[in-house]
């Protein structure tokens, strides 16, 4: 297995995604002994846990005690059962998962697990859970699609409007010669609104003197289709309000000027041998998923020998006021000019401007 290596260009056609479907997931049921093995053995330890289980079985919704996580603990240790899912996705995949990314890492409890993958799962058995998964590709492609993009992932378009506000402004004050392409990456751009966000504020600002490109990288490769494709398996409410969201920009423009591809932020990016005019990287820097100094100043590094001299950084996020106690806005902004960036005064997040010399 190995990652995606070609960008994907953005298309809603149904040929298209069942195509892309193919490349990155294996069809039908699976076939695995060892996975087999698994399931039973996780039968066995939940029967257990529900003759002895003074609660009552786990249901949907149920408000979870102290004294039911700790005899769910006890028989059914939720490390054990992330390893046999954790088998079962890699399985499934024709690509290598990012699996510290998947919300099962995170869970206490089998309990809490389940908890978290409502609304698909209705009953509290992991072996039947595990069976039941590698029967069904379906199933087990909504399963994916939950664990890996919860709802709490992305969903948002114009997330950062005072952002755009700043970039439009700047853009109207830093026009290019007649004929120029404004090249622009969203950098950790998960499900891709923010990427088509950007896309949408420089078709209006360079409209009439210059083109444009935008590319978005991620490193989830499911995160990867669904940007391109938007495709949302486990959440058709979601799937049908992003699609109407973008169509209107896939209509007006070429596809091919957008492009997601895979990326990590704590690797330099190969020479390209050109520059981002403007760089966006929102909702990681300074987050739960980046936050140690030294990962930090190499992800603002790599970032910065991306952009092109005259060009713009801005990075931004929504998250709980905990973690800007361990990264603070000012740290975020002395990591912009500890790189070279001379700073501007942003409403949202930060930004930096490469000096032309």
């Not at 699609?145 to 969903?155: K, Q, T, V």
């Not at 494709?229 to 969201?245: I, K, L, T, V």
């Amino acid at each position: 297995m190995s990652h995606p290596s070609l960008p994907y260009t953005p298309s809603f056609d149904d040929a298209a995604v069942q195509s892309g479907l193919q490349q990155l997931l294996v069809p039908g049921p699976l076939r695995d002994d060892d996975l087999e093995r698994r399931s039973i053995r996780l039968t066995g330890m939940f029967s257990l846990y529900a003759t002895f289980s003074p609660h009552g079985l786990w249901a949907p919704g149920l408000v979870l005690t102290h004294g039911m996580r700790s005899l769910a603990e006890q028989c059914l240790p939720v490390a054990e059962i992330v390893r046999s899912l954790e088998r079962m996705i890699v399985r499934s995949l024709r690509v290598s998962p990012v699996l510290a990314g998947s919300v099962i890492r995170n869970a206490a409890t089998w309990l809490d697990l389940l908890d978290q993958l409502q609304p698909l799962v209705r009953h509290p058995d992991p072996g039947r859970l595990l069976r039941e998964l590698m029967a069904d590709d379906g199933k087990r492609r909504r399963f994916l699609w939950r664990i890996f993009l919860p709802p709490r992932y992305g969903c948002d378009f114009d997330r950062y409007p005072a952002q755009g506000a700043v970039l439009r402004n700047w853009l109207s004050r830093n026009r290019l010669s007649a004929g120029s392409v404004v090249r622009c990456l969203d950098a950790a751009c998960g499900t891709g609104e923010g990427t088509y966000e950007l896309a949408r504020i420089v078709h209006e600002a360079v409209a009439g003197w210059g083109g444009w490109r935008v590319d978005g990288t991620t490193l989830e490769p499911l995160e990867l289709f669904s940007a391109a494709h938007g495709y949302f398996p486990h959440d058709p409410e979601r799937q049908a309000a992003f699609r109407s969201r973008v169509a209107p920009l896939l209509t007006a423009v070429p596809a091919k000027r957008l492009s997601f591809r895979q990326g990590d932020l704590t690797l330099p990016a190969p020479a390209t041998g050109h520059g981002y005019r403007i760089i966006v990287c929102n909702g990681v820097l300074g987050g739960p998923l980046l936050h140690e100094k030294r990962q930090l100043t190499e992800g603002v590094a790599n970032l910065v020998a991306l952009l092109e001299p005259g060009g713009i950084l801005l990075a931004a996020d929504r998250f709980h006021g905990g973690w800007k106690k361990r990264v603070s806005h000012n740290d975020l902004r002395d990591l912009l000019v500890g790189g070279g960036l001379q700073p501007l005064a942003v409403e949202d997040g930060v930004a930096g401007v490469r000096p032309l010399a």
